[in-house]
């Protein structure tokens, strides 16, 4: 399986200075083989407002239902109205289907919670791992091929305390037998054991599990 990352520039010849003024964060430490480019910045996290609004968007479901599996999905990164999001929460590809995120504002990771990138395993056994690195040039995109069915939750490096956590559903996997769907880690802080209990409820609704 292999990840590539690949940079693509807007259609409009302004778009760099687009994407600067639009960088939402600081740089943080890259853990997987992807490129990584940072984009300093003096812009605060301004804390529970941001929260709040990026753990709205999954509450309110705006993104959702999530369908069948599908060959190819499509994933936005984005900076908004001070919030930090992927959109949608969950997409749903068959085994061997492919994820592509793409950058629409800010900088952000798409990363697996994976032993590999020294995090809990919130994926399948023998899953392999992704990690992006820090994608900061609006219009760049990661994608990831999964081969293994099963629930895969991610996160964004530098946002995962604000709530910018996802769900990838791959194949028509048994919720009951799924790592990614047990009790969020004890070790995570409060926000992201939340984001993950929604996830998890958004996930194993589309599983037909409605518990």
Same mark, same amino acid.
């Given at each position: 399986m292999t990840d590539s990352l690949t940079r693509r520039r807007m259609l409009q010849a302004t778009a760099g200075v687009a %994407?600067?003024?639009? %960088?939402?964060c600081t740089? %943080?430490?890259n853990d997987g083989g992807g490129s990584t480019t940072e984009t300093p910045t003096d812009e605060s996290e301004s804390g529970h407002s941001d929260e709040e609004s990026g !753990?709205?968007?999954g509450e309110d479901g705006h993104d959702e239902a999530v369908g069948a599996p599908s060959d190819t999905a499509e994933v936005a990164m984005i900076t908004e109205d001070g919030g930090y999001h992927f959109e949608? !929460?969950?997409?749903?590809v068959n085994v061997g289907g492919t994820v592509t995120w793409t950058n629409e504002s800010g900088s952000h990771s798409t990363t697996a919670y994976h032993p590999d990138n020294d995090q809990p395993q919130l994926a399948p056994d023998g899953a392999t791992a992704w990690d992006s690195g820090i994608v900061s040039e609006q219009?760049?995109?990661?994608? !990831?091929t999964f081969e293994t069915e099963g629930v895969y939750h991610y996160y964004c490096?530098?946002?995962e305390t604000l709530g910018m956590i996802g769900s990838v559903i791959v194949g028509e996997p048994d919720p009951h037998e799924q790592v990614a769907l047990e009790e969020p880690p004890a070790d995570k802080p409060e926000k992201v054991r939340e984001k993950l209990a929604e996830?998890?409820?958004m996930v194993s609704? %589309?599983?037909?599990?409605?518990h």
């Open positions: %994407a600067v003024g639009l %960088a939402g740089g %943080a430490q !753990h709205d968007d949608p !929460h969950v997409v749903r219009g760049a995109t990661f994608e !990831h490096t530098p946002h996830l998890n409820e609704t %589309a599983l037909g599990d409605d």
